[in-house]
């Protein structure tokens, strides 16, 4: 019997605990075993080595007894290092919270899972205060991308951790934030499945903040089967109800706008070949522009970003204080340049995104939009650290297809659909107006094998 839990999707894992082929306390300490085990030590911030333990005794304990919880009960979970667990203090990421009071109580996302019987296995890594696409942390370390097989590269962010966690076989799901692609930049980077569900549809409390006009919640995980059962979870559903739908008539709009520009070639290629599969297997491909695109890049240039707005009001009196200087100094330019944005350009900034949402929903109505989820593969670590300036226009670039999704309150998931330079991993994004998450889900469970094609 392989001890490679962390390696296994959800689904496999369940299915070995729930006929009792293995003991979740056995699948506990391999685990723990194979995360202290593992070269890269900027992967985690924490191992919650005595809770896990604890947690899958319970679960072996109610398995025996033939009280299991459903389907998630036993699986080991990575938590991205914003989410309160109780007696731990949340560092986001940050040296400056690391002295903090420990929380007084889990997040409720974390409690509706411990409640499905998931076992809390560690906090993972993350970009400070979530502010970044690409995964660099002095602080703690930025871990590296497993895919990797030439030279050190950016894992994603800010959910870097997370996603090294689960591509790297340490886990079978880590639990992410997204922002601005936050979940699914890190996906498509290692090679896995990210989903960013609508904002709103799970609670927000005990987690920390970076924008909250912009912040939602997703699994970074093996396979779509796997996302839809900790969705059901996290929504506090016995089972779910999702299944897939036939891909034969499926509507997919890709944009001929935005998403296209400066992409690499490699990137392109692996994205066409899975819509020809798709359009293969009877999908239904149009290509349209949607202007919306534009004007959200043109409203930026001209009012500022939403997400520095909401952070400079969050970070204000932290970057008028010492603690400044405890910043990374890359976060911290970014943060201050939400100052720049005036209360009224703030409010005309939301007042064009309704108009906007409503303008989109018109134009896809129930139609998904496709498009790659980063426009290149991941990027080497050394020379974005030596250079602020390729920091942050690498940083904008890796950002722009996914925040589009943010900005319009979209559902999204990232599934890997081949490899680009460097045979590196590229994703593809599938997304759908705000609250069709289970739509979405539903096409994307039919539409994965294809997407994937031989990519494991």
């Excluded at 605990?17 to 699948?27: H, K, L």
Aim: charged share 20%; hydrophobic share 45%.
């Amino acid at each position: 019997m392989t001890k490679s839990f962390g390696a296994m999707s959800v689904a496999q894992l369940s299915g070995l605990i729930q006929t009792a082929a293995v003991d979740p306390i056995e699948v506990t300490e391999a685990v723990i075993d194979g995360i202290d085990a593992y070269p890269d030590r900027a992967v985690f911030t924490a191992i919650l080595k005595d809770r896990a333990l604890e947690e899958a005794r319970a679960s072996s304990i109610r398995l025996k007894e033939g009280r299991s919880r459903g389907m998630l009960d036993g699986i080991p979970i990575a938590w991205k290092d914003l989410f309160d667990l109780k007696g731990r203090t949340t560092t986001a990421g940050s040296t400056v919270l690391a002295t903090g009071p420990a929380a007084q109580a889990d997040a409720p996302i974390v409690a509706s899972l411990q409640q499905s019987g998931m076992v809390s296995i560690g906090c993972t890594n993350m970009s400070e205060f979530a502010f970044s696409g690409l995964g660099i942390n002095p602080h703690y370390g930025t871990p590296q991308n497993p895919r990797s097989g030439d030279l050190a590269r950016v894992p994603g962010g800010s959910s870097s951790g997370a996603g090294v966690a689960v591509a790297a076989g340490l886990v079978p799901v880590a639990m992410g934030t997204d922002t601005g692609g936050s979940v699914r930049i890190p996906a498509a980077f290692n090679g896995i499945v990210g989903y960013k569900a609508t904002r709103g549809r799970y609670p927000m409390a005990g987690v920390f903040p970076l924008a909250k006009s912009l912040d939602s919640l997703g699994p970074l995980c093996r396979t779509l089967q796997d996302a839809v059962w900790i969705d059901a979870g996290m929504r506090g559903a016995a089972s779910p109800s999702i299944v897939s739908r036939p891909v034969k008539g499926l509507d997919i709009v890709i944009p001929d706008n935005v998403v296209f520009d400066g992409a690499e070639a490699g990137v392109v290629a692996a994205f066409e070949t899975a819509i020809d599969w798709l359009a293969a297997e009877g999908a239904s491909i149009s290509r349209v522009e949607i202007p919306a695109f534009d004007e959200i890049l043109g409203l930026m240039a001209k009012y500022g970003a939403l997400v520095t707005a909401e952070a400079f009001a969050l970070h204000r009196e932290r970057l008028a204080g010492p603690q400044a200087a405890e910043m990374d100094h890359r976060v911290a330019m970014r943060v201050r340049l939400g100052e720049k944005t005036t209360l009224a350009n703030y409010l005309a900034l939301l007042d064009a995104r309704e108009g906007l949402i409503a303008d989109v929903e018109r134009l896809v109505g129930a139609s998904f939009v496709a498009f790659p989820t980063v426009a290149h593969v991941a990027p080497a670590i050394a020379p974005l650290e030596a250079d602020d300036d390729l920091f942050f226009s690498t940083n904008s670039m890796t950002l722009r297809n996914t925040m589009l999704g943010n900005f319009l309150d979209w559902c999204g998931v990232s599934i890997p659909c081949g490899t680009g330079d460097a045979d590196m991993p590229v994703g593809f994004l599938l997304s759908a107006v705000g609250k069709r998450d289970e739509a979405l889900l539903s096409a994307a469970l039919s539409a994965e094998e294809i997407i994937r094609g031989e990519f494991i």
